[in-house]
């Protein structure tokens, strides 16, 4: 899936990325009165007031990582959201959420990546923040941080399948936390044992 990693297509990327994470956000703020919610390290006391794509455009200018962190950051929000059902992603939480496993898929994909430090001023908070919200990020994965190449291939393909079509999620079809809402438009099996025999296929 080297096309989705090329330099010019990553704006596009990052941009699809920015409206689902937004739309879901969104959806979770109207439901969270009426589903109880978790108030973890990751919530703000107030919405930032930066947009979520801009703060994404913003990691990617200067974290330097590799393209496929983005993508391996993707797959760690669904893997998180959908272990931690009452920490929905939503307007409080999401920029943290997103410095967190950008810098998480980094340290696990690349070679040489900044500092915790380093990624704290990227995102706003301060490094004891920052530690902070790795180590609950990392907790709340389980400590599930690979990603098989089976794996890998089928997030590349739903995404590049998406961005072609460039089909906005409606409201109603974001679901109450990004685990869902990826489940209902993708729900890839991660059978790691039998990834590589079988191709990942979307849930109806």
Not at 23 to 50: M, W, Y
Not at 55 to 60: D, M
Not at 142 to 171: D, I, K, S, W
């Amino acid at each position: 899936m080297a096309e989705l990693e090329s330099p010019s297509v990553m704006p596009k990327l990052i941009s699809f990325l920015s409206s689902l994470l937004k739309r879901v956000a969104e959806s979770n703020d109207l439901n969270q009165q009426q589903l109880h919610q978790k108030i973890s390290v990751f919530h703000g006391l107030t919405c930032p007031t930066i947009s979520i794509q801009s703060y994404l455009e913003r990691i990617f200018k200067y974290a330097n990582c590799s393209p496929s962190c983005f993508i391996v950051a993707y797959v760690y929000l669904d893997r998180f959201t959908q272990r931690q059902p009452s920490l929905p992603i939503n307007s409080f939480n999401v920029h943290r959420l997103l410095i967190t496993s950008v810098m998480v898929a980094a340290k696990f994909m690349d070679d040489l990546y900044y500092n915790n430090a380093y990624y704290a001023k990227v995102g706003g908070i301060t490094t004891i923040e920052m530690n902070f919200l790795e180590v609950d990020f990392l907790f709340g994965l389980g400590f599930h941080l690979n990603v098989t190449p089976g794996t890998f291939q089928a997030y590349c393909a739903h995404l590049q399948r998406e961005m072609l079509l460039m089909q906005p999620l409606t409201l109603a079809d974001s679901s109450l936390s990004l685990g869902k809402s990826l489940k209902a438009h993708l729900c890839f099996n991660e059978d790691e044992s039998s990834s590589h025999q079988k191709q990942q296929q979307l849930a109806v």
